[in-house]
């Protein structure tokens, strides 16, 4: 497999947010309607999460014909390059129809071993999260652009501010977990979806604990939590691409310390 561009790829994936955000914002807070996936619980998709998508696909069908691509609202598109972009139109989306900014539109580009690099867009604050495996992770603005760097100095839990998406969502061991690490932070903070890991890469969040994910919930999280000097990955401490349980945290020792209290309910 050739070694990649990878300035010429996070181009690539530029050019996909870009594209993606008129679509956001011409339905974001307009009342759209809102269709539910078959599903245990409230599933929502909207028009804009598959026009976004559909969008997002074309671009990379003449961009990118030999690259396989994995969205949550479309059939899998195999890889004939070994090389995969994962996409979430809108990560978030209760919090669309519920007119809050913290959605999100997923970028990823994975390779055999999991994502090469990222980015987390958000069309309403006009705020763009770039994470490049390996490299780094950065913010641009409209005042420009900013490294990113988690905050290194919260190494206790009882120190921290903690995030998930939805208390709620954790069942079982999965919850007595979640609320010991949550009851003993210094401040919790729900419902940001993928904003939390931007906000944790930005140094304000120390610690975002989630289960139940798809890859297309998680891919675009990685470069830029790890470029930011977080680490990233699932409860019993290993690759987070594939979904699932995860944790990221703001330094390596708040990561090994909320690992240990979540180890009895890792899977």
Same mark, same amino acid.
């Given at each position: ?13 530029? !050019?996909?947010?870009?594209?993606? !955000? ?5 339905? &974001? ?62 990560? #978030? ?6 007119? /809050? ?19 987390? $867009? ?6 763009? &999260? ?5 490299? #780094? ?10 490294? /990113? ?6 190494? !206790? =839990?009882?120190?921290?501010? =903690? ?23 210094? =401040? ?16 304000? =969040? ?10 297309? $919930?998680?891919?675009? /999280? ?30 390596? #020792? ?14």
């Amino acid at each position: 497999m050739p070694d990649l561009d990878m300035d010429a790829e996070l181009a690539i994936a530029a !050019r996909l947010a870009d594209a993606a !955000r008129p679509i956001a914002l011409k339905h &974001f807070r307009t009342g759209l309607s809102v269709d539910a996936k078959p599903a245990s619980e409230f599933d929502p998709v909207t028009e804009a999460d598959r026009a976004i998508e559909a969008q997002m696909r074309a671009l990379l069908a003449q961009w990118r014909p030999e690259d396989g691509v994995l969205g949550e609202e479309q059939a899998e598109t195999p890889s004939r390059s070994g090389h995969t972009w994962v996409l979430d139109p809108i990560d #978030g989306t209760r919090a669309f129809i519920a007119g /809050l900014p913290t959605w999100c539109v997923l970028i990823a580009l994975y390779g055999p071993d999991g994502p090469l690099l990222s980015i987390i $867009d958000q069309p309403f604050t006009g705020e763009r &999260f770039s994470g490049v495996s390996g490299r #780094g992770a950065w913010l641009d603005h409209a005042s420009g652009r900013e490294p /990113l760097k988690t905050r290194d100095s919260v190494l !206790r =839990v009882e120190d921290a501010i =903690v995030s998930t998406t939805d208390p709620g969502l954790f069942t079982g061991a999965e919850a007595d977990a979640f609320a010991q690490i949550a009851q003993s932070a210094k =401040v919790r903070r729900f419902g940001l979806d993928a904003y939390g890991y931007a906000a944790l890469a930005l140094g304000g =969040v120390d610690l975002v604990i989630e289960s139940g994910l798809k890859p297309w $919930d998680v891919g675009a /999280l990685i470069p830029v939590v790890s470029g930011a000097g977080g680490v990233i990955t699932n409860w019993r401490g290993g690759p987070a691409h594939e979904g699932g349980q995860l944790i990221a945290a703001a330094n390596p #020792g708040l990561h090994a310390q909320a690992l240990e209290r979540l180890a009895g309910a890792a899977l």
